[in-house]
């Protein structure tokens, strides 16, 4: 595919730039999937301290503007290595 592309005389950012959104996608969707998993998992761990009254060691985090800044953070890190996965795989066969 890439070989095609630089056959018909696309430039190196018009084949990167695919792969990039993909890459991008990819990260950003495996780090939502990972961050309902953590959170999931966290608040029936914090239950069940809790119950057992052992809840003095874990205060569970309910502030919802740190909630939204953790997932934020957390999403952006997965887009961009996501992104840079992409472009350091497509950098080594646009050498060929």
Same mark, same amino acid.
């Not at 809840?55 to 952006?76: E, S, W």
């Given at each position: ?8 005389g696309a430039s190196n ?7 990039? %959104? !993909?890459?991008?996608?990819? $990260?950003? =969707?495996?780090?939502? *999937? ?14 069940? %301290? !809790?119950?057992?009254?052992? $809840?003095? =060691?874990?205060?569970? *985090?309910t502030d919802a503007g ?16 996501? $992104? ?13």
């Amino acid at each position: 595919e890439i070989g095609i592309m630089k056959y018909l005389g696309a430039s190196n950012w018009f084949i990167r730039f695919p792969f990039l %959104l !993909q890459g991008m996608l990819i $990260g950003w =969707f495996g780090t939502l *999937v990972s961050v309902a998993a953590v959170g999931f998992s966290y608040y029936q761990l914090a239950a069940a %301290l !809790q119950r057992a009254s052992l $809840g003095f =060691f874990l205060q569970p *985090v309910t502030d919802a503007g740190r909630i939204l800044a953790i997932l934020g953070g957390l999403l952006l890190m997965g887009t961009v290595m996501g $992104g840079m996965g992409a472009l350091i795989s497509v950098r080594k066969f646009l050498r060929v």
